[in-house]
């Protein structure tokens, strides 16, 4: 496990709310990821969640709200930080470059040693499924972090890709980090028309042709949106508070049903 031992600054354009937002992330005097807010210094874990904007919202008891958090929380828990403390400026984290690049880069340069978290461990299995979306999501008992996760396009520009490992720190800076948010050309006018996506630009969004690949020096990781998705489910997960220790398996899943796996690891930790 590891700890901020020095502040890192982020600025720039939230994706969804186009507005300039701030984040910093500080050393913890406590074990744990905590927010700074206006009424007091909350857990992640305390937060209320909802994954319906394409993106994960936050909710905390003093009624703040942070915004598409998924990217800075995946950044920390792919590295394995769990005792830090987070400050955000403005509606939303702030997108940088659409994926967790910079975020773990910068973060990577002041992670120390910490004292040993425990992890939540998967005792038994939890699945589920979505019959709008045809998506599945489970996990089952494992030693490690593992995932497969699995995305399903009718568009041809997507298609079918497939993601299986064990998530370790130095797979997550190389393969998972430097994928990009990514949108089908197709989707772009819905998306601003439910007033999102208003800060996304070519800089910080994988935009794709509904019926072409993108050439693969388009493409940060081979198949890149498998990776994004991948990215989004570990920073979810986060939200725990804690690393998990199972295997994720994901199918033709989003925000919404990692947050309901969220809330349902959590109910299978209490006593019965």
């Known amino acids: 496990m590891s700890r901020i031992t020095a502040n890192r600054v982020f600025e720039g354009v939230g994706i969804h709310s186009g507005e300039c937002c701030r984040v910093s992330v500080g050393p ?3 074990k744990g990821i905590f927010f700074d807010l206006p ?3 909350f857990p992640v874990e305390s937060a209320e969640t909802d994954g319906t904007s394409r993106g994960t919202r936050l909710t905390f008891p003093d009624g703040t709200e942070v915004m598409t958090v998924e990217h800075l929380l995946a950044a920390m ?13 403005g509606p939303e984290i702030p997108a940088m470059d659409g994926s967790s690049r910079v975020f773990a880069e910068s973060l990577s340069e002041v992670a ?6 425990l992890p939540i461990q998967v005792a038994r299995e939890i699945a589920f499924g979505d019959p709008c979306s045809g998506g599945f999501i489970a996990v089952i ?13 009718e568009a041809k520009g997507i298609g079918r890709q497939v993601f299986d490992g064990t998530v370790t720190p130095d797979l997550f800076i190389k393969q998972i980090a430097p994928a990009r948010t990514f949108v089908l050309a197709s989707e772009i006018r819905g998306i601003r028309d439910r007033g999102l996506g208003r800060g996304g630009a070519a800089d910080n969004v994988l935009v794709i042709d509904d019926a ?16 994004h998705k991948v990215l989004d489910l570990i920073g979810d997960l986060a939200i725990l508070g804690a690393p998990v220790r199972g295997r994720v398996v994901a199918y033709r899943s989003g925000h919404k049903m990692h947050l309901e796996l969220v809330r349902r ?4 930790l209490l006593p019965a």
Request: charged letters at 20%.
């Open 28 to 30: 913890s005097r406590e």
């Open 39 to 41: 009424g007091g210094l």
């Open 77 to 89: 828990a792919g590295l394995d930080i769990w005792n830090a403390v987070i400050s955000a400026t």
């Open 112 to 117: 120390g040693p910490a004292e040993s978290a």
């Open 141 to 153: 008992p494992s030693e490690v972090f593992e995932v497969t996760c699995v995305i399903s396009y």
């Open 212 to 227: 072409t690949l993108p050439p693969p020096e388009f493409q940060r990781v081979p198949d890149e949106p498998v990776h």
């Open 265 to 268: 690891i959590r109910r299978s």
